[in-house]
């Protein structure tokens, strides 16, 4: 017997299959989707068996040495899955099998065999292994006794032994150190100046909302224990014991809910993907439905019928809405059948949760991007809740799409895909228009609750009457008004595009990262500069750089500062800010949004994060700063993602008894991303939008690939990326594909490396994968010895 095995080295001469001989008595053991450890050269790795042969056509093999699992870790649709997706998206077939395991089995950690029964249902042979009291290592079974492994494997299938990984939690602890302020109103003054790093100290912990640990405090401020101590003796701060947050979801008790009876509506769109499920025939719908028109109960009702039929579900949603309250939706109607995959969860408890799908204890899967890979054998449905969002798209290698692989195993299965959205992506809308996809429409709220009314204000009419305010008097007016009726509002911020920089008044010179060609962002708490992308810091300067001027200030408004401004003309108001400095610890999303919907706050003011599934009757009032920040940003999609965070936003206001209300803010209330906004209308929005797509000849009207290429210096970058642009030219067909570039990327250089793209659009091209792998094999030396990085992006999302 011969396995064919990739191994676990990730360079694109060994990304093909391997043989290695199967020793005498792990035949009919080792199977295809288990991963066994090979000698290769002078190593010894792990790899995945993807076949088994009779024979091998070359004549000296070596043996596989050990074997580190009992049953397949990938089942034959996942070994087929990969295989696509590397073809796909031009990746090594190793990354793609990787990322279908949970990150716990990549490393070398040790398993145990764990007795499920009594020592004496055991074989004889095996019984010696197992003492009370004592872990039995899986190496001492196996390597003692290659023959032990037949016996183990029948009864893991048997479910006597379970074979398990010793998941060492780095950095494990139950509780941690932390500490807070004694007095939250202590005067800063009252600490001498020379006792700067104790300033420092209480400066931060007044502006945080709570607690932090001693340990991230000390690599925050880069200060010592002693200081901390010193505090401590002085009585400014406490020091306490806490319990570290790890899943935030522990805990947390589900009620019970029933199936509703459907509206009309949803029992019209519920009936061809119950049919699509019943005659196990493949189907992709679009589940076009506003917000608030009651789309999570179909998914709700499509999972029951699957699992009746005895099938398995599959559930995407965006990472930042698997909220406690958004599971507790899946879990109040199918209980302990639901296993939960969010990014909270700690190594071991992802694990865990593997464990569970892959022996069958659990029949629905909820889950971020990465769920998309559970190994489940009969899946029935598979839903892709907010099909829009980008983070569906991989952004490293392999760099795939969560929809795409959502459609091969549903067509590999039989069963329906449902993509739902308030704001279906163009492409996704465009496929459903050409019937390619089913459309399901979902048009009104349920309870034929009123969209709420938005109303767009002109900033520039603002400026104009006299308010440098960054709250135009519409809002401000409301924000009052729903404070004194005990209302509560939201404000929104969009992050990308505001962050706060640093510019000199007297010469217009703005404070730029030394190794990337990006403006340094200011970070209040610790008073210094950073840049997003390297993580490059520097003290705030006191005078210009250039100049020499001491009129440096920071500008733009990031959620300090409108938290700052807003304390200042609302004195009153209290506000929760959430952005990813007030949410970066664990749990602390979730404490304070529920803090928000107890009505401890009147202004929820926040970025991203606080656009989706918030859902509070007490919320009246959206307020949106500046719509058109993103507009600007060099991105295609730029109006659709305008379109679609607007109504996201929106969405948020008047769900339940009181109306809503939007305010949104803009410097261009005349683009039709925004004016289309008030009347919610999607349709009029994506031909609007498509118009233009038709006309620069964008996606869905074309497909894209970008290819990066970056190097430390700047004219190899620009020699390798001609040649890659003269190549495609010639090997691409010039009547229907497009080369664009090479051009500077429009983040021109990252890390002290400059970086170049070049585009293609095309519309069908035969012969795109296999050229773009030769565009890979050709710089292949240059990439593994030199410091030339070409990466290419099938269907890209980002572009900078
Ligand atoms: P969407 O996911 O489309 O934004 P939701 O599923 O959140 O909408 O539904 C909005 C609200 O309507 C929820 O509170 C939900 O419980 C309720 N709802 C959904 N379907 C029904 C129904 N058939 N009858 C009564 N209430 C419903
Ligand atoms: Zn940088
Ligand atoms: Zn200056």
Redesign the pocket.
């Known amino acids: 017997m011969i396995a064919k095995v990739i191994v676990d080295v990730p360079t694109s001469q060994t990304d093909r299959l391997f043989d290695y001989a199967v020793p005498k008595e792990w035949e009919n053991v080792i199977q295809p989707g288990i991963r066994v450890v090979v000698p290769f050269g002078p190593r010894k790795i792990q790899g995945f068996v993807i076949d088994l042969e009779k024979e091998s056509t070359l004549n000296k093999i070596k043996p596989i040495e050990d074997v580190l699992d009992v049953v397949p870790v990938l089942t034959q649709e996942l070994l087929e899955l990969g295989e696509w997706l590397s073809e796909q998206t031009l990746s090594f077939k190793l990354s793609a099998y990787q990322l279908m395991i949970p990150a716990a089995m990549r490393t070398k950690v040790k398993k145990e065999i764990v007795l499920l029964t009594e020592r004496q249902n055991l074989p004889a042979s095996l019984q010696n292994y197992f003492e009370p009291g004592k872990k039995t290592l899986w190496s001492d079974v196996i390597l003692d006794q290659k023959a032990n492994l037949k016996l183990v494997q029948e009864l893991v299938r048997e479910g006597l032994l379970e074979v398990r990984y010793q998941v060492e939690e780095k950095g494990h602890k139950k509780t941690a150190r932390y500490i807070k302020l004694a007095d939250p109103n202590v005067q800063l003054e009252e600490i001498p100046t020379r006792a700067a790093k104790q300033r420092e100290i209480v400066d931060f912990l007044k502006e945080s909302i709570e607690p932090i640990s001693v340990q991230d405090l000390l690599k925050k401020l880069q200060t010592t224990r002693q200081v901390i101590t010193a505090l401590v003796k002085k009585g400014y701060i406490h020091e306490f014991e806490k319990e570290v947050y790890r899943d935030p979801l522990a805990g947390v008790q589900f009620e019970q809910t029933t199936p509703?009876?459907?509206?009309e509506q949803?029992q019209q769109v519920i009936e061809p993907i119950l049919d699509s499920l019943v005659t196990k025939q493949h189907d992709t719908f679009l589940l076009h439905?506003v917000?608030?028109?009651?789309?999570?109960?179909v998914y709700l009702q499509a999972i029951d019928k699957a699992l009746q039929l005895g099938r398995e579900a599959i559930v995407l949603v965006p990472e930042i809405s698997l909220t406690p309250q958004m599971v507790q939706r899946f879990k109040g109607r199918f209980g302990s059948k639901v296993a939960v995959l969010h990014s909270g969860l700690s190594m071991g408890e992802k694990y865990d949760e593997w464990r569970k799908i892959l022996r069958k204890e659990v029949e629905v899967v909820v889950g971020a991007r990465s769920a998309i890979f559970a190994p489940f054998t009969n899946v029935g449905i598979i839903i892709i809740d907010e099909e829009h969002e980008t983070s569906y798209k991989q952004e490293e290698n392999p760099k795939y799409h969560a929809r795409d692989v959502a459609i091969f195993r549903g067509s590999y299965h039989q069963c329906p895909v449902i993509l739902g959205s308030a704001t279906p992506s163009l492409e996704s809308y465009a496929r459903a228009k050409k019937q390619v996809y089913q459309l399901l429409p979902l048009t009104t709220r349920?309870n034929q609750r009123a969209m709420p009314a938005v109303e767009v204000v002109d900033m520039r009419e603002e400026l104009r009457n006299g308010n440098r305010s960054m709250f135009s008097y519409t809002l401000l007016e409301m924000l009052k008004d729903r404070i004194e009726k005990g209302e509560q509002s939201v404000l929104f911020l969009n992050r990308r595009g505001y962050s706060t920089f640093v510019m000199c008044r007297d010469c217009g010179y703005v404070a730029t990262c030394e190794h990337c060609d990006i403006s340094l962002t200011y970070h209040r708490t610790q008073h210094s500069l950073k840049c997003h992308y390297c993580g490059h810091e520097e003290k705030m300067p006191n005078t210009c750089e250039s100049c020499g001027s001491d009129h440096i200030r920071f500008f733009g408004s990031g959620t300090q500062k409108v938290e700052e401004e807003l304390t200042r003309v609302l004195p009153t108001a209290r506000v929760i800010r959430m952005d990813i400095d007030t949410t970066r610890r664990k749990g602390s999303h979730e404490r304070l949004l529920s803090a928000f919907g107890r009505g401890e706050a009147d202004i929820l003011l926040g970025t991203q994060m606080i656009a989706k599934g918030l859902d509070f009757p007490k919320i009246t009032l959206v307020g949106v700063l500046a719509a058109d920040s993103m507009l600007h940003i060099p991105d295609f999609r730029s109006a659709e993602r305008t379109f679609q965070l607007m109504e996201q936003v929106s969405g948020r206001a008047g769900r339940h008894d009181l109306e809503g209300k939007v305010i949104i803010q803009s410097y261009t209330p005349d683009h039709y991303s925004i004016e289309l906004v008030k009347s919610h209308d999607y349709e009029h929005f994506f031909k609007m939008e498509m118009s233009q797509r038709k006309v620069a000849l964008y996606p869905p009207y074309v497909f894209m690939v970008l290819i990066n290429i970056s190097h430390p210096e700047l004219t190899k970058v620009i020699t390798v990326s001609e040649k890659i642009a003269s190549f495609l030219k010639r090997e691409m067909q010039e009547s229907t594909t497009t080369i664009l570039g090479p051009v500077a990327s429009p983040l021109a250089r990252i890390k002290d490396r400059y970086r170049y793209q070049c585009m293609i659009k095309y519309r069908n091209e035969p012969r795109l994968l296999e050229t773009l792998r030769e565009i890979q094999q050709h710089f292949i030396r240059d990439m593994n010895q030199g410091q030339l990085q070409v990466s290419i992006d099938m269907h890209p999302y980002m572009f900078t």
């Open positions: 509703l009876p459907l509206t949803q439905g917000t608030g028109s009651g789309k999570t109960e349920v």
